[in-house]
């Protein structure tokens, strides 16, 4: 499985279209890492990406648009209700698919190094990548604003940041990086525009002013829609949910009769979160997670996925094993299933219901030739220790090397067709679709090679001649077909 892990940089601009865009398009340049989703708000004046990807490609994507952010974010002239230190503030890694915490501090702290010795941003690591206790929350290193760290970094020396030198950018301020388990950033917009009340409900909810666990929050004014905020985070969703969190506003802002406007989310939310708050406004007695259908499925493929993949391990293991079988027919079998399986593909991409149809039922047919081979290769060796003075040894040994010539014969000819099906619409398509449809001509072949050869290996201990002649007439048209798609494999075809 693939070790992939999610990033949530937040940025100083959302008002600015060209940058948020020149941000998202940065990030998206490097292969192997997706943008999830991105929200701007210009009364924050800030944008959330969510990346995830693999290590290296995130590490250099979220690089990438750090940069930008250095080169087009002015913090001088930056104005926003949002507290902030940094052109790019705060780089959060939060492991997802096989990843662990302590690849995400690993890559905080490669990240970290990088924009300190080529941005010349001092960078401060938090939550779990820190190795420094007064700098594990968020806000303990925005205490202040920019003139606030400016001051601890030219009176503290333990305030010296982990990366990068020791005074702001001039432009860029500082940056926060860091790993940390999933987060919530769960708003809460009032019926009002007194923002003293939204600042007593965000100190009353709160888990620093003893309000709620895991909650951390404040108050803001939203100038565009002329209203206020209570502003959350929650850091751990399992001990205070959503729905309690929700709950706890709305009732002190009830008590000091103001309504709800509405709530919102800024990036990503654990799909558990909101089963969890489902299930606590609906009071079911008990909720299973399972419940949910697409959660059921997503679980049914991935057993599926995993039972594949052991099969497919299972089957390598039983190549390479000391035994005679599966051998080279079984994997030319596989070669030429993947290949038409991969015209299959071609075929929906083109629109081409027929060779789909065709190309479907031949790489089943290989499929079931795997094992086909392994049996007539099974029954082979056991006539072979008949005794010679067995009545029918004769007779059984014949039908069965018969047998362990035809099946690769018809490996060899199914993968001939289902290479020149393929080539019969690979003009048709697109030039990446036309390169992989390239490589299921090749693999073609190449199974067709493999199934060619083992029959011609066995065709020579067949002493029928009748059954020799008829055998080796099917291997010289292979051997012609084989011709045909050599020349397939490396003719380029013209562009759709």
């Not at 060209?18 to 292969?31: C, D, E, F, H, N």
């Not at 965000?202 to 803001?220: C, E």
């Not at 199934?451 to 008829?470: D, F, R, V």
Request: glycine share 6%.
């Amino acid at each position: 499985m693939l070790k992939i892990i999610e990033c949530i940089p937040n940025f100083s601009d959302g008002r600015n279209p060209a940058i948020i865009q020149a941000l998202i398009a940065a990030g998206r340049s490097v292969p192997g890492v997706w943008l999830l989703g991105h929200t701007s708000d210009p009364d924050h004046h800030r944008s959330v990406l969510t990346f995830a990807g693999r290590p290296d490609a995130l590490c250099n994507a979220v690089f990438q648009a750090i940069r930008i952010a250095t080169e087009r974010i002015d913090l001088r002239r930056h104005e926003g209700v949002h507290p902030r230190i940094g052109a790019t503030d705060v780089v959060p890694f939060v492991p997802l698919q096989d990843a662990t915490m302590e690849d995400c501090v690993q890559l905080a702290r490669r990240l970290g190094e990088r924009v300190g010795r080529e941005l010349q941003i001092p960078v401060f690591l938090y939550e779990q990548a820190t190795n420094h206790p007064d700098r594990t929350r968020l806000e303990s290193i925005r205490r202040g604003g920019l003139p606030g760290l400016s001051a601890r970094l030219a009176a503290d020396r333990n305030w010296r940041p982990d990366f990068g030198p020791s005074r702001l950018h001039e432009t860029a301020g500082a940056i926060v990086i860091g790993a940390r388990p999933p987060l919530i950033a769960f708003n809460v917009n009032l019926n009002t525009a007194d923002l003293t009340i939204a600042k007593a409900i965000a100190k009353t909810v709160r888990q620093s002013s003893g309000g709620l666990p895991h909650v951390k929050a404040i108050g803001i004014p939203l100038a565009g829609r002329g209203i206020v905020q209570v502003s959350m985070n929650i850091t751990d969703y399992r001990v205070t949910s959503m729905a309690t969190a929700f709950l706890a506003v709305k009732t002190e802002a009830t008590r000091t009769g103001v309504g709800i406007a509405d709530s919102e989310l800024i990036g990503l939310v654990p799909q558990a979160a909101l089963d969890q708050a489902a299930a606590a406004f609906l009071r079911f007695k008990r909720f299973d997670p399972m419940s949910v259908l697409e959660t059921k499925l997503a679980a049914a493929m991935s057993a599926q996925s995993h039972a594949d993949a052991s099969q497919i391990e299972a089957f390598l293991q039983a190549v390479a094993a000391a035994t005679p079988a599966p051998a080279g027919g079984s994997v030319a079998a596989l070669v030429g299933a993947l290949a038409a399986s991969l015209g299959v593909m071609g075929a929906r991409l083109g629109k081409e219901p027929a060779a789909e149809q065709q190309l479907a039922d031949m790489s089943r047919r290989l499929q079931t030739l795997m094992q086909e081979d392994c049996d007539a290769y099974e029954v082979f060796a056991q006539a072979r220790k008949l005794p010679a003075d067995h009545a029918d040894r004769s007779a059984i040994l014949t039908a069965a090397l018969q047998r362990i010539t035809e099946v690769p014969l018809e490996i060899a000819e199914l993968a001939c067709e289902a290479g020149r099906a393929i080539a019969s619409f690979r003009t048709g398509v697109s030039a990446p679709v036309q390169s992989d449809l390239t490589v299921g001509i090749i693999m073609a072949v190449a199974a067709a090679e493999a199934g060619l050869h083992t029959a011609n290996t066995n065709l020579k201990y067949q002493q029928i001649q009748h059954l020799k002649c008829s055998l080796a007439q099917r291997c010289s048209k292979i051997s012609n077909c084989l011709e045909e798609l050599k020349g397939l494999c490396y003719t380029p075809p013209s562009v759709a």
